[in-house]
């Protein structure tokens, strides 16, 4: 049965836990952690705090980054400790669907940054963890890229859908015109770690067609620096994924996308 728990009583048994550990920075984080939770309640099961205090130390002692995020926001403690995905695999399409599901409300895109990295903060929480212990380095690697591919697809659709509303993207055939985000390197073999960057390719169907007034070239470049900028800049809330786009036919000098057409005839 799950009851209100004040964050304030995971004071004592969180510094106990830390207290025998390699680094006395811990004991200083969890400090901040109660400081910064004083007036926050957590929902819990009820037995399962020393669940929480274990999980708590875990992260606070392995990660100032991670430490960091829970001073941010410490009710994040308490969600990831009954989250089912603790210990187990998160399947990547439950991944894309509660990304799908975070960010559709998003008026405009500055409120799709803050929905991206507001869920890459609970991701990576959960992801520390179980680099941590919980689960496996294997399995994270294939989690971090199932989540760089949902933030990939979660940004596409929205400001595809964005730019739709005053032109569509058609073939010369009347077709919409396709596009897609190529994952390379670490992203396309599934073994990201926390430090990768993202490498991809943006590539469209073909520039046999037009976006109204736009070429399909000029169209999908403008996607291709919409969806760059959600994932990649760096605000109060930090970055989704570093996106490194040098793979890309002609390097720095080529454009920032291509159509399949062209791409195939580079790599030829």
Not at 102 to 110: E, G, K, P, Q
């Given at each position: 049965?799950?009851?209100?728990l004040p964050f304030a009583k995971l004071a004592g048994p969180l510094d106990a836990a830390l207290a025998?550990?390699?680094?006395?920075a811990a004991r200083v984080w969890a400090s901040?952690?109660?400081?910064?939770?004083?007036?926050?309640?957590?929902?819990?099961?009820?037995d399962s705090v020393d669940a929480v205090v274990a999980l708590g130390a875990t992260l606070l002692a392995q990660s100032p980054y991670l430490a960091a995020m829970l001073v941010r926001d410490p009710r994040l403690l308490g969600s990831l400790a009954v989250d089912p995905y603790l210990r187990r695999e998160k399947p990547a399409g439950v991944l894309r669907?509660?990304?799908?599901?975070?960010?559709?409300?998003?008026?405009?895109?500055?409120g799709l940054a803050v929905a991206l990295r507001r869920f890459r903060i609970r991701e990576y929480?959960?992801?520390?963890?179980?680099e941590a212990g919980y689960g496996s380095p294997v399995e994270v690697g294939r989690e971090l890229a199932a989540l760089a591919d949902a933030a990939f697809e979660a940004a596409v659709e929205w400001h595809a859908k964005d730019l739709a509303r005053r032109t569509q993207p058609l073939t010369a055939a009347g077709r919409r015109c396709r596009f897609v985000v190529m994952g390379m390197g670490k992203l396309g073999g599934e073994e990201l770690n926390f430090s990768s960057d993202v490498d991809v390719l943006y590539l469209y169907e073909t520039d046999d067609g037009a976006a109204g007034?736009?070429?399909?070239?000029?169209?999908?470049?403008?996607?291709?620096?919409?969806v760059t900028r959600s994932i990649g800049d760096v605000t109060e809330d930090g970055f989704v994924f570093r996106?490194?786009?040098r793979l890309r036919p002609e390097g720095t000098q080529g454009p920032l996308c291509c159509s399949l057409e062209a791409a195939e005839r580079y790599y030829e």
């Open positions: 049965m799950a009851g209100s025998a550990g390699p680094d006395p901040r952690l109660i400081d910064a939770g004083a007036s926050a309640e957590l929902t819990l099961p009820a669907d509660a990304l799908l599901e975070s960010t559709s409300d998003a008026r405009d895109a500055a929480l959960r992801l520390g963890a179980r007034a736009d070429t399909l070239r000029e169209h999908f470049g403008r996607l291709s620096e919409r996106v490194d786009l």
